[in-house]
Every structure is written in C-alpha cells, then in structure tokens.
C-alpha cells in the first residue's frame, strides 16, 4: 500500500495534492519500520514540493527581464503567465511563470527560466 501510495503521488502535480486525504492518513498502524519510513519521506517530499511550488511561483510573477537574449534591442512587453513542470529529486513542481515579448524580433523570454537555467520549451 506505501509503495503504491508513493509513486501516485510522485506523479502528481504538488498542487493537486488532496490536503484532506493527507490529514486523514496517518501514521500509527503500520506493519513495519520501513513503511514509517516511506509515509515520512513521502510527506517531507510534498512538503519540498510545496516548498519549492511557492519560492518558483513568487519569482515567476516578479523577476523582470533584463533584455532581449536574441537581439539586445527589443522592449520587452509583458505578455502572459504560463505553467511549466520540473522535476527534482523530490518528485515533479508544477509552477507559473510571467513571459515577456520583444517587440522588435518576437522572442519569448522567461526571466524565470533564465535565472534558473533551465532549457527552453515551447515558444
Ligand atoms: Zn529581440
């Protein structure tokens, strides 16, 4: 049952987590030391998600660009927020974060992306 119960949740995204099914299971009948083990890990492992989830959505909405990395000469515009997902050893963090537009050659810029040094995906 742990076992199962942990790689569900690995899939999931930490948003969508159920926080009443989380407060509903708890510890106090398992069979073995190694199943506590795992239902620990599992929670501190949400926790990192939620973590990481809040930190990435903050930065995302804040961070301005610096310029435009195609041409250098662009204003960059605000234009919209979108998700992305990495993943880390503490399982996959779905997060937003603000896109920018330049006007003059119509890259797209993640300040976000770029402060982390993630690869670039999509437009
Ligand atoms: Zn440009």
Redesign the pocket.
């Known amino acids: 049952m742990q076992v199962y119960r942990f790689h569900r949740e690995e899939r999931d995204a930490a948003g969508r987590l159920q926080q009443q099914e989380v407060e509903q299971f708890m510890p106090g009948d398992f069979q073995a030391e190694t199943e506590f083990e795992d239902w620990v890990n599992d929670r501190g492992n949400e926790m990192k998600r939620k973590m990481a989830q809040g930190w990435l959505n903050e930065q995302g909405e804040s961070l301005m660009p610096s310029g435009?990395p195609?041409?250098g000469?662009?204003k960059l515009e605000s234009r919209d927020v979108r998700s992305r997902t990495i993943r880390y050893t503490f399982g996959e963090v779905m997060f937003r974060r603000r896109r920018f537009e330049?006007k003059?050659?119509g890259?797209s810029v993640y300040p976000l992306d770029e402060k982390l040094g993630v690869e670039k995906k999509g437009g």
């Open positions: 435009c195609r041409c000469q662009g330049c003059k050659c890259a």
